[in-house]
């Protein structure tokens, strides 16, 4: 569960002002979206939407407009606990009965079955239920009945929440959560109710509040007239709104319940400059607030200003790009965005990363470039570069694409805030589709100067301790500087002229190839030794993966070029290929982006596209092979985003601990320290780079999709079979024989915090044979542990907001598995909740809870059903099945997930923990 709210991106993006521009004359009459929806007469709303993404599955949301706002002074957390307490016992399911009968149906606490609250809004949601059973469908709308009114709320169950609730605040209250806030109430949210009610509340009224207290607080605002049922799934929609219908109108509204207010937040002229330094934050970011009210707009209204504002965003972004991390740029990075705040409160937001000693001159760059739209807005080149690429993209859509039940639910509760019908999705599309046809460059110009004005409302610099900040005169002098400075207009950099140039293609040819038409592949063998895999999928999509992997890696190289080795596809990256630099190649249209790494024991070309874009990314394939760019000129700017980098993780408390348990795993970690960046170097970068991707015949190049076969296999003969290749320098992995010592070896980190907690960070290794049995039993001993955990350490010891298990198994450098058991908590418990670790390990090995492991069975079992068909994880599949150089097959997972026993789970324990290596790793506050 999270206080703090996650918004998707929804047909309605952010809007700006309630100002509407009629582009066309008659705009078209409004299609909502096939939604089943209606108010009962006590007040509740309801959206039903039938959608078969996934099939056989169905999400289910309860929404209300209640949130922190709603608490008095002495109730700050309230709404939040709420939340909590909702999955801790209701009328008709005491205690937890209602997790265990929802995960008993395969849906799972924390991944399916959540919750949110926000300032203005509180969210519950069951997601991915299966349909096929009407008791389970009637089961899951009486939770939310229970939901609705229905809280048992008892004081055992409050004083065991109580310290969850603790244990979540020092978990993310983190130190970029504190500046975050720090901002919006100092500044963002400066004289309004806002300000004093940050979700999570505090932990002196949750440590001290009456039982009675949050009762009142329940029945005072969990009410039907604020609250709406949202179901979009697979279902038969009539049907649900009659359920709907004959389960929640016998909710009664209470009588004499308060008024629901709705809050504002000033905007004015004025300004608030904020300087925040903490020793756990890093090297200096600047943020730049001008402050907008939120209005109504109809949906009309609403499409156009998305259109501008995502059109002037775009062209701002690019330009900010181009410009940063030049030499005569006092700027690594800069970005603007406009963003809904709160209900009644968005605003445009620039975030400027300085170079090292150039906060002022940095602040200037960014008033500068506001300026700069203000006067002249987007010149006709970005805006009719930016307009063509949009309407391209919105004819690619096509609306083939089926959106996700939760996607649209997550629509469905956003219209509910805002009181609005959802939009067809092709009415939406066609509307977008005229605007941008009609939208005139001088229309931007105009868009923008209503927003910026010359006026921002907020300067916040933010950044470590040990750097020196300037007054909030200084910061004043540079507003005025700008001012009395016309900026000339903006000319982008011509690199028409400059065409890539592709090094000379020898091509090659096919000169094997096999068909294995059970499970789809096509395996082709090219005269360079480079061998080429080709899955097609089950239907006609015009998605193309990619991944290539070779063996070897960084455990091919010596100790000495281990620390270039981390950056070296960073510098590569940055360079960019053959003639053309990064920037020129972002702007050439003849490549598509692949990403590089170069891992601990293999390196790797990623990538996708459409088919139709095939040629350009088999060019880049090429390009990264033949034509990688080491570029001098980029090496200081690179060298200082990563030294960045490097100092945020040196500030950050748990990467701390992460690095030395790293380093107690093997002799080859290589510090993230200052002699480290001493070593870096772009002679050694390029060396490792041109060592490690190298050799077409040493890779696997996989792809999926459904190209024409015939034009496929010209392609990878044009662009494969000219790469470099020689079966006879085929690798293997190198294994140093770095094998953990059998026992515990324990790892203490002391170091200071604001706010007091440790980090536990268990890992253990075992010696197990690789295998698809032996893979599921991992998952299952995952999924049990964090179900055993989350009863003794987060419930009944109240020592933490939740246990990370992550269990695994992996064949390099030799068969073998990883169980890593990470937690925050309270440093006054660490040597109760510890040693609960191993004792729940113990127990494992000679009691399995039969009813857990059923659980768990049939939550495995949904999964593969809810993945059939998703081209995706059929990839990440394939290339696993590469990775581990084991079969692909349509094996029957569920049944050998079925087959799995109490006593298989009790004897598999007993293998992995019985010869194991284990560390254990504990950050301790300084002092402690």
């Not at 923008?448 to 409302?457: A, M, Q």
């Not at 007054?471 to 016309?486: A, H, N, P, Q, T």
């Not at 191993?838 to 399995?848: D, G, N, P, R, S």
Request: aromatic content about 8%.
């Amino acid at each position: 569960m999270s206080y703090q709210m996650y918004r998707l991106s929804v047909f309605y993006t952010t809007v700006l002002f309630a100002f509407s521009q009629v582009i066309y004359s008659q705009p078209d009459t409004f299609r909502p979206a096939a939604v089943k929806s209606g108010e009962l007469d006590n007040g509740l709303r309801y959206y039903i939407m039938h959608n078969e993404s996934p099939v056989e599955r169905a999400a289910f949301y309860f929404a209300q407009q209640v949130g922190s706002m709603q608490e008095e002074d002495t109730q700050r957390g309230l709404a939040h606990f709420l939340e909590h307490m909702a999955f801790n016992g209701t009328r008709h399911y005491p205690d937890k009965e209602m997790l265990k009968f929802l995960e008993s149906k395969g849906i799972k606490f924390g991944e399916e079955i959540n919750a949110f609250t926000d300032y203005d809004h509180t969210v519950y949601s069951i997601r991915n239920v299966p349909v096929q059973d009407e008791s389970v469908l009637d089961s899951v709308l009486l939770i939310l009945h229970d939901w609705s009114g229905s809280l048992t709320l008892s004081d055992e169950e409050i004083d065991l929440e109580r310290g969850v609730v603790r244990e979540e605040w020092r978990t993310r209250y983190h130190t970029r959560k504190r500046v975050a806030d720090s901002v919006k109430n100092l500044g963002l949210f400066k004289g309004s109710r806002y300000a004093k009610r940050t979700p999570i509340g505090k932990m002196e009224v949750i440590d001290n509040f009456e039982y009675q207290e949050l009762r009142d607080y329940y029945q005072k605002w969990y009410r039907p007239d604020l609250q709406a049922v949202i179901i979009v799934g697979d279902i038969d929609a009539e049907k649900m709104e009659e359920k709907v219908k004959k389960r929640f109108s016998s909710i009664p509204l209470r009588e004499h319940l308060p008024e629901h207010l709705q809050f504002d937040v000033p905007v004015d002229d004025a300004f608030t400059y904020i300087n925040i330094t903490d020793d756990e934050l890093s090297a200096p970011e600047i943020e730049l607030y001008v402050k907008h009210p939120v209005k109504p707009l109809s949906a009309v209204e609403g499409i156009e200003n998305s259109v501008k504002s995502s059109t002037l965003q775009t062209a701002i972004n690019r330009r900010l790009i181009s410009m940063s991390g030049q030499t005569d740029s006092p700027v690594l990075s800069a970005r603007l965005d406009i963003e809904e705040v709160v209900a009644p409160l968005e605003v445009l937001k620039m975030t400027i990363k300085p170079k090292k000693d150039s906060l002022l001159p940095a602040l200037q760059f960014g008033l500068s470039e506001l300026k700069r739209m203000a006067l002249y807005g987007v010149n006709d080149q970005e805006f009719n570069r930016i307009k063509s690429a949009s309407l391209q993209a919105l004819e690619r859509d096509g609306g083939a694409a089926q959106q996700s039940n939760v996607y649209l639910a997550i629509q469905l509760y956003e219209a509910f805030f805002k009181d609005r019908p959802l939009a067809d999705r092709a009415w939406e599309k066609e509307v977008r589709k005229k605007v941008y046809q009609s939208l005139q460059n001088d229309s931007l110009t105009t868009y923008f100067r209503r927003y910026y004005s010359g006026k921002v409302n907020v300067v916040a610099i933010t950044g470590s301790d040990t750097y020196h900040y300037p007054s909030e005169g200084e910061v004043l002098s540079i507003f005025d500087k700008v001012d009395s400075i016309r900026p000339e207009p903006y000319v982008e950099k011509q690199v028409k002229e400059k065409q890539l140039i592709v090094p000379e293609l020898q091509g090659g040819t096919v000169i094997r190839e096999t068909h294995i038409d059970s499970i789809g592949l096509s395996k082709y063998l090219l005269s360079n030794g480079a061998r080429v895999s080709l899955y097609s999928v089950p239907n006609r999509e015009k998605a193309m993966y990619f991944e290539a992997i070779s063996p070897g890696g960084k455990s091919a190289l010596t100790e000495d070029l281990l620390p270039n080795a981390m950056f070296a596809t960073v510098f590569s990256g940055e360079s960019g290929l053959a003639n053309l630099n990064k920037k020129e190649l972002q702007q050439s249209n003849e490549v598509v982006p692949v990403r590089i790494t170069i891992g601990d024991y293999e390196e790797s070309l990623s990538g996708h596209s459409d088919v139709d874009n095939l040629e350009k990314l088999l060019r880049t394939v090429y390009l990264s092979f033949v034509a990688p760019r080491f570029d001098p000129e980029i090496f200081d700017g690179t060298k200082e985003q990563i030294e960045m980098l490097r100092a945020a993780f040196k500030a950050n408390a748990q990467s701390v601990l992460a690095e030395a348990v790293q380093r107690a795993k093997s002799d080859r970690a290589v510090p993230l320290d200052e002699k480290l960046m001493d070593e870096l170097s772009m002679r050694d970068v390029e060396t490792i780079y041109r060592n490690r991707i190298d050799n077409a015949a040493d890779f696997e190049f996989v792809f999926m999709g459904n190209p024409n076969i015939s034009e496929f296999k010209a392609l990878i003969s044009k662009y494969i079979g000219s790469i470099p290749g020689n079966p006879e320098t085929v690798e293997v992995i190198k294994d140093h024989g770095e094998k953990l010592e059998k026992g515990i070896r324990k790892i203490r980190v002391n170091q200071k915090m604001q706010i007091p907690k440790s980090v536990v960070n268990i890992h253990l290794s075992s010696l197990v044979e690789y295998s698809l049995e032996n893979k599921l039993m991992m998952q299952i001993v995952e999924e049990l542990l964090k179900k055993r955990y989350m009863q003794r350490i987060r419930e009944e010891e109240g020592g933490t907001y939740g246990v990370k298990v992550s269990a695994t198994l992996k064949t390099v450098p030799v068969d073998h598995c990883t169980l890593d058991i990470g937690f925050d908590c309270n440093p006054a418990k660490v040597n109760t909740i510890v040693p609960i670790v191993y004792e729940e390990l113990e127990k494992m090995a000679h009691t399995v809870s039969a009813s857990d492991l059923l659980e768990i069975k049939n939550s495995m079992k949904k999964t593969i059903g809810e993945k059939e068909g998703n081209n995706k994880s059929r990839f990440e599949k394939i290339v696993n099945s590469v990775r581990t150089n084991t079969p692909f097959s349509g094996a029957d997972k569920a049944k050998v997930i079925e087959a799995v026993s109490e006593q298989n789970i009790k004897e598999f324990i007993k293998k992995i923990t019985g010869d194991s290596a284990v560390i254990e790793g504990v950050l301790m506050p300084e002092g402690m």
